[in-house]
């Protein structure tokens, strides 16, 4: 215990200060109201309750209570007031017991003084005793635990529903650069034919200049007889009885003037026809245009969990039983509640097994437009994509005892014949330049995709 030199040294500028009454064994401490200003509920009401009992701290030792209300220690200061209760609860009660004690013993002495004789009884009634046991202060440090658990392997299984997608595209730039064509032209000579009409001749032929120049005759007579001599007379007479004149040619000279042409064109322009036959174009080319493809951005994929994920923990029979259930759920689902993506599977396959295949197709009969037979098809080819009928003989054509392709969008059903519609120039160029090869026939169980 502390002596009360100590104490007072302790408690020195304090609210509370120790004060002895030597040599009492009690303890007491001066509380200053004034100073239990601006402490806890509990410190004040410690100190209120000291200052009340005189300072009597009978039970607690001083420096605790001391501590507690200079410190302000709510909780302390609340546990000190119950011990102090205490303490004081069961002092009063000895204080009782000892009072009424002595009245008893004052009672029998006044009998005594009355010289009466008898017996005391004093019957002493059980004390109400009230103990108040301040709550303990316990501090359990626990040291961590070492857990050790071994967990096997679990096993999850997921049932992810079937997720719905919306993509949006934009608008798609779509470039295309075209090189220009090489054209090459072969004209033939053309056939012209000119009907002309018989011209309209009008000659003017003047009035010719004609002049003649005659020189002097020379006259030569022979008589046959010398000079002197007298001709006979038969011979005279033959002589006179002729012709006199002689007609000799003369020189003629005939100068012609070059005449004078004047051409007088038609007033009206010349009736020109042309008749052109249509030209034969042939395209080659690229097969397949180089197509070149640039994402500008990288797509944005929002993916939305429509409901937060249902987490089950089950023991082995719980996962059987669930799985027994779904099975036969599965097995008693109506054909109008199935899966609508089984369902799409299934009208897909419907639709597909309606389609016409090859074998369908070699069963028919191929004619053209007016009627002529061409037998029954080669086969059915697959070139860059589209389809194609090949037929034996590429003689409608023009192109002889060969196989040709005809492309399927020109070929129509007619029940159980094959009807070819109008082929083009490109169509039978590509006819002229095929070079059939059998490991390109389609097998007989693939679909043919008719137009009509």
């Known amino acids: 215990m502390n002596n009360p030199a100590n104490l007072k040294a302790l408690l020195a500028g304090s609210v509370l200060t120790a004060a002895f009454a030597v040599p009492s064994s009690a303890q007491t401490l001066n509380v200053d109201i004034a100073e239990l200003e601006g402490k806890s509920e509990e410190c004040r009401s410690l100190g209120q309750f000291i200052a009340d009992q005189g300072g009597s701290i009978a039970g607690a030792e001083p420096t605790r209570v001391a501590d507690a209300v200079n410190n302000d220690v709510a909780q302390e200061c609340a546990d000190i007031q119950a011990l102090l209760t205490t303490e004081a609860g069961a002092a009063q009660d000895s204080a009782t017991a000892e009072a009424e004690a002595e009245a008893t013993t004052e009672s029998v002495v006044t009998s005594e003084e009355a010289t009466i004789v008898g017996e005391a009884v004093v019957r002493v009634p059980e004390p109400n005793v009230d103990v108040r046991v301040p709550r303990p202060e316990v501090t359990v440090r626990q040291a961590p635990p070492q857990v050790s658990v071994q967990d096997g392997a679990a096993q999850i299984e997921v049932e992810q529903a079937q997720p ?122 690229a097969t397949q245009p180089n197509v070149t493809i640039t ?137 002229r330049d095929f070079q059939y090869d059998e490991n390109q026939a389609m097998q007989e169980d693939q679909p043919v995709a008719m137009t009509n």
């Open 164 to 285: 719905e997608i919306a993509v949006e595209i934009p608008t798609i730039n779509v470039r295309v650069t075209m090189p220009a064509p090489s054209i090459y032209v072969l004209q033939g000579d053309p056939q012209v034919s000119v009907t002309e009409a018989d011209p309209q001749v009008e000659v003017v032929q003047g009035e010719p200049e004609i002049i003649v120049t005659q020189p002097d005759p020379q006259l030569d007579i022979g008589l046959g007889v010398a000079q002197g001599e007298q001709a006979p007379t038969d011979q005279a007479q033959d002589t006179a009885e002729g012709d006199g004149a002689q007609q000799v040619s003369g020189n003629v000279d005939l100068e012609q003037q070059q005449p004078i042409v004047s051409f007088v064109a038609p007033a009206e322009e010349p009736q020109v026809d042309i008749t052109r036959a249509e030209p034969e174009v042939s395209f080659s080319g």
């Open 295 to 431: 994402m500008t951005e990288e797509p944005t994929v929002d993916v939305q969990m429509t409901g937060e994920p249902r987490v089950t923990i089950e023991t082995p029979e719980e996962r059987e039983q669930r799985r027994a259930g779904q099975q036969a759920a599965a097995t008693d689902t109506p054909v109008g509640m199935a899966d609508p993506a089984a369902g799409g599977a299934d009208a897909g396959a419907a639709a597909n097994a309606g389609q016409m295949t090859v074998g369908d197709v070699m069963l028919m009969t191929v004619v053209t437009a007016d009627g002529q037979d061409l037998g029954n098809p080669e086969g059915v080819i697959d070139m860059q994509g589209q389809q194609y009928l090949l037929l034996s003989s590429g003689g409608f054509m023009g192109l002889g005892d060969k196989v040709v392709p005809v492309p399927l969008t020109v070929v129509s059903m007619n029940g159980e014949q094959l009807v070819l519609g109008t082929v083009t120039e490109a169509d039978i160029q590509r006819a």
